[in-house]
């Protein structure tokens, strides 16, 4: 059962070149960044630290003890931009930001601004709570120091994670208290600390972290709702016996990314309930702009095939947890197929939540919307903008893994890499005008490329492609969903693959009633919507009849996107046409209605 084992290239080896994402990452940059950094300091999140440091006198402030998780994910956003971007003015912000949680730690490692600035007391309010977030932000922490130490070196945030996981080791574990986290997040966080530090007890306690669910040891149900019970925390049957998703989207998948490392790193007993959720996942609940989470009510999964779309939920955050899942879900199976899962998300659900302009966001994503649904510049809980903050920069993470023996290309993005295949450092130039063109470069140089192999994802939307070594036909052949070849390489060797982009009609399956009689239209990995914007008393009317001949049109320059498609359906009995942009690009015009779903008579 033990997995393919394929590696993880780290951001920093990867080098976004200029296209679509060097054009987002830099809307990240000069807009994102800053206006989410303004938020934290305009909402009180920064102010929580100061107080808990004694630098300032009040009260926590705000509505949730997880708003200190936001600080910590707009620091490790940065640690992924000065990866890539040096900035000697982000990462003086941002050592200040490490030493000011350093000095809001308690003396013991605890560290949650709420619970240390409590009038009952920092040590009656701890641990009372499995849905507080404690360990949640704490992971996220983690996940920031570590990042931190790997881009600049730089041990202040490092040294207090340690603090901090050392604390939660001496309060539980074997012999020790059982605890359940009522939001996952500590498990993956603590795995990667493992690997930074090379102390491989934090990964155990990881271990021991998913195996206390569903032997008990939860608090039951959350504010005396049943909807909010063990079922919604993953608290209802042990890890190891799952079979399909359940409870809160977010939750889940951070679960089942923990779960996918501890399987990595040769925990067996994962693997089918691993294979069971994810099957159960991609046939019976991700929308078709790779949205998960359809009950609103609980931020997640209902019953199968119930794909409502304008009460569609689709959290920005659950699709970016998704893509989580679905890296190590190819990395640890070896398949094309999940990473198909992480373009599908990357290019539709995940970008929608976020605006061209890059400082207005979506929480959640409907495909079908009357218009009054708006990005908004920030949420009360605002987990999704600062998710965004920390995904945007780290792209580079999904464009490579690899192998023993084999460079896999998992993402069409022009970038520069270096990776090691083997004992070998092969340095890797992609170029490609993705999404809006089919043509991907790949060219190698390295010392010695006479036995390594590359691993060129075939899209599932990609009937076929052409594949040319120098200008040749190149020897390939097909494993697994990706198109390999392997030969007697030479330094400067130029593999060209071109995959065709026709727009097509995707149909979902027909247990899922909301769509029976509709079709979606689509172009590479993009899916596309319909909007006021271009149809203003059509959209709820708006149909793509078989007859329609389905048109690729440039669209005009967008600011903060570059080039893009817009498709035209253009009936053979109408001087009119349709007009659908990316889904993506919905909403950034004037207020309107919107719908993916057409009828198709």
């Known amino acids: 059962m033990s997995g393919a084992g394929l590696r993880a290239v780290p951001v920093g080896e990867v080098a976004i070149g200029e296209g679509f994402w060097a054009e987002r990452q830099r809307v990240h940059r000069d807009v994102m960044l800053p206006h989410c950094l303004d938020k934290l ?38 640690a992924y931009v000065l990866m890539t971007t040096p900035s000697p003015a982000l990462a003086e912000r941002a050592d200040e930001m490490f030493r000011l949680i350093a000095e809001a730690q308690e003396p013991d490692g605890y560290l949650f601004t709420r619970n240390t600035l409590s009038s009952e007391g920092s040590e009656r309010a701890r641990w009372s709570d499995m849905n507080s977030h404690e360990m949640y932000t704490g992971g996220h922490f983690i996940e920031a120091a570590v990042a931190y130490h790997q881009a600049t070196g730089s041990t202040v945030g490092l040294e207090t994670a340690r603090r901090l996981a050392d604390h939660y080791r001496s309060e539980f574990g074997p012999g020790r208290r059982h605890w359940v ?34 032997r008990g040891h939860g608090q039951g149900a959350v504010w005396d709702d049943p909807a909010f019970g063990a079922a919604y925390s993953q608290d209802r049957i042990p890890v190891a016996d799952l079979t399909a998703a359940e409870g809160h989207a977010v939750r ?13 790193r ?72 999940a990473a198909d899962v992480v373009e599908q998300v990357l290019y539709n659900g995940l970008l929608a939540g976020w605006s061209v302009s890059g400082d207005r966001f979506f929480y959640d994503n409907p495909l079908e919307s009357d218009g009054t649904h708006r990005r908004q510049p920030w949420f009360g809980c605002a987990c999704c903008p600062s998710n965004l903050a920390r ?27 270096r990776v090691t295949v083997g004992d070998q450092t092969v340095h890797v130039a992609q170029r490609t005008g993705f999404p809006w063109e089919g043509r991907v470069t790949l060219q190698l140089t390295g010392e010695d490329l006479s036995h390594v192999r590359v691993a060129i994802r075939q899209p599932a939307w990609a009937g076929s492609a052409t594949v040319t070594v120098n200008g040749a036909p190149g020897p390939i052949r097909w494993e697994r969903g990706y198109l390999v070849c392997q030969r007697a390489w030479q330094a400067g060797d130029v593999v060209a693959v071109e995959f065709p982009l026709p727009v097509r009609r995707v149909h979902q399956a027909p247990a899922v009633l909301d769509t029976r009689g509709r079709v979606a239209l689509a172009r590479g990995p993009l899916v596309y919507a319909v909007e006021a914007a271009d149809h203003p008393d059509a959209v709820d009317d708006a149909t793509a009849p078989p007859d329609a001949l389905l048109l690729a049109d440039p669209l005009a320059e967008v600011p903060g996107v570059g080039s893009a498609v817009r498709i035209r359906a253009v009936r053979p009995d109408s001087d009119g046409a349709l007009t659908a942009v990316p889904y993506f690009l919905w909403a950034n015009r004037e207020p309107g209605p919107m719908r993916v779903w057409l009828r198709e008579v």
């Open 391 to 417: 995904f945007i920069p780290s792209v580079g993470r999904y464009v490579y893994a690899t192998g023993p023996d084999t460079l896999y290309v998992n993402q069409f993005i022009t970038s520069v890499a």
């Open 266 to 337: 040769g925990h067996d007993a994962y693997g089918p309930a691993l294979r069971a959720v994810w099957d159960n996942v991609v046939q019976h609940h991700l929308y078709v702009t790779g949205g998960i989470g359809a009950a609103g009510g609980i931020e997640g999964f209902g019953a199968d095939d119930v794909l409502p779309n304008r009460e569609a939920y689709c959290e920005t955050c659950a699709a970016i947890a998704l893509v989580y899942w679905a890296d190590r879900m190819n990395r640890w199976t070896g398949g094309a197929a």
């Open 252 to 264: 889940a998948m951070y679960l089942l990314s923990a779960m996918t490392d501890a399987a990595a």
């Open 181 to 214: 986290d009522g939001h996952e997040e500590v498990g993956l966080a603590l795995m990667r600390l493992a690997d930074e530090t090379g102390d491989a007890g934090y990964a155990e306690f990881a271990l021991w972290h998913l195996e206390e669910r569903g």
């Open 41 to 78: 300091e305009a909402t009180g999140r920064l102010a929580n630290f100061r107080r808990a440091a004694g630098r300032e006198p009040g009260g926590f402030q705000g509505h949730y003890g997880f708003d200190d998780s936001d600080v910590y994910k707009v620091l490790e956003g940065i």
